[in-house]
């Protein structure tokens, strides 16, 4: 093993434990924006997806993703850690990477039903993401494809890992029905609060914290440009913030702390497709752009198309994500419009829209199957009460006192 490639495997192992960190983030932040009687439920399903997740990718996902190309469509199917890899990195280290990242897309999924999905069948969909549908949307786009073959470009998963979840999410929202009380009369939203702000601020400072091995070590190197990566990532996150935090003052005549906190997702999400390939400028221009189209996107999924998304996945990974793979065809210095590009942006809109339609299918397919046969959701006296008691016969949180011993 030479110098290099040690000095990669290092690197990129950081990267994946910051990754890995990010599930962290993610259980936060869904935990803080829903009631607190379903927390242990959202902690619950945060854990399971790595574990799924994991065993899933490497008993058949990895291969479909990896494995030899069979006419640009799926990977040859095999079990364990068989196909190709990256040449700067060992292929045990290439697929712990790609195993964190199969398993941030059923993890967006979790907050958009949050609240009344029944647990297994949440699980089951784990399984359903990480074997069919990240794994061969990635082999599009990764793994020698077609759509890598057109010229696609998503450097770090703005459509592979985030607008697979957001778009799986809305489907996934949508068949379940929006929680008990989230309209109760026709024309009327009612807003459900979070139990929690500081866990949610903290959610998604380790989100920011994570994104970094996220976005950095998608170019298995060390040697790469990772400084100019890492520049983007916090200027399209901060911008992000911003611009959601002052939209959002201009319409509701206060700084929403939601929203901002939502807004700098929408910047991170926003960036990840082309943080290698803008400049700075351009990435505070993504994340600007991103935190202003996830607002909209959330008013339109919460009042006007009433599909209820406790903690706004859909609008920030589903729209966004879709948003900021397109904006590589505009930004982009090699073969974006403003840079004297031109074909590169259509095979954008052509990416976005072929994963996120195959996505939404194989979702369909998955919570119909089980709508029709076990039920998506929890009964309403359960839901009422809470998933943490009805799913798992606890609460997060002790409000008893001790008992006499």
Not at 221 to 241: C, E, K
Request: hydrophobic letters at 50%; one cysteine or more.
């Amino acid at each position: 093993m030479t110098i290099d490639i040690a000095l990669n495997n290092v690197w990129i192992l950081i990267c994946a434990a910051l990754v890995f960190l990010m599930h962290a983030g993610f259980a936060c932040v869904e935990a803080g924006m829903t009631q607190s009687k379903n927390t242990a439920n959202i902690i619950m399903k945060n854990f399971m997806t790595i574990a799924i997740g994991s065993l899933c990718y490497y008993l058949i996902g990895y291969s479909l993703m990896y494995g030899t190309s069979l006419l640009g469509i799926i990977g040859t199917p095999g079990v364990g850690i068989v196909g190709g890899g990256a040449d700067s990195v060992s292929l045990n280290v290439f697929w712990f990477f790609q195993a964190v990242f199969a398993a941030t897309c059923a993890t967006i999924v979790s907050g958009a039903v949050a609240e009344r999905m029944k647990f297994g069948v949440y699980l089951g969909f784990c399984l359903v993401m990480c074997t069919v549908i990240y794994p061969i949307t990635g082999h599009w786009i990764w793994g020698g494809g077609w759509l890598g073959r057109l010229g696609f470009t998503d450097f770090a998963g703005s459509t592979a890992v985030h607008a697979i979840g957001g778009f799986s999410a809305l489907v996934g929202a949508k068949l379940v029905g929006a929680r008990n009380g989230k309209y109760p009369h026709r024309g009327n939203v009612r807003t459900i609060p979070g139990h929690s702000i500081p866990l949610g601020a903290l959610g998604v400072l380790l989100l920011w914290f994570g994104w970094f091995g996220f976005n950095a070590g998608s170019g298995f190197s060390a040697t790469a440009d990772i400084g100019l990566v890492a520049v983007n990532t916090i200027l399209a996150g901060a911008a992000g913030a911003l611009s959601a935090m002052g939209v959002s003052m201009l319409r509701h005549k206060h700084a929403n702390v939601g929203l901002t906190l939502n807004g700098c997702l929408a910047g991170l999400v926003g960036i990840t497709a082309g943080c290698s390939g803008v400049e700075p400028w351009a990435a505070i221009v993504i994340g600007v752009l991103s935190g202003i189209v996830m607002l909209f996107a959330v008013d339109l999924f919460d009042n006007k198309l009433k599909i209820d998304d406790p903690v706004g996945a859909i609008s920030v990974h589903g729209i966004t994500g879709a948003f900021g793979t397109i904006c590589v065809g505009l930004f982009a210095v090699d073969g974006g419009i403003l840079y004297g590009g031109g074909i590169l942006l259509p095979i954008q809109f052509l990416g976005v829209v072929a994963c996120g339609a195959f996505a939404m299918a194989i979702s369909f397919v998955y919570f119909s199957l089980m709508k029709r046969f076990v039920g998506l959701r929890v009964k309403k006296e359960e839901e009422i009460a809470g998933l943490d008691n009805a799913e798992h016969k606890v609460s997060a949180y002790n409000t008893t006192g001790m008992l006499d011993l």
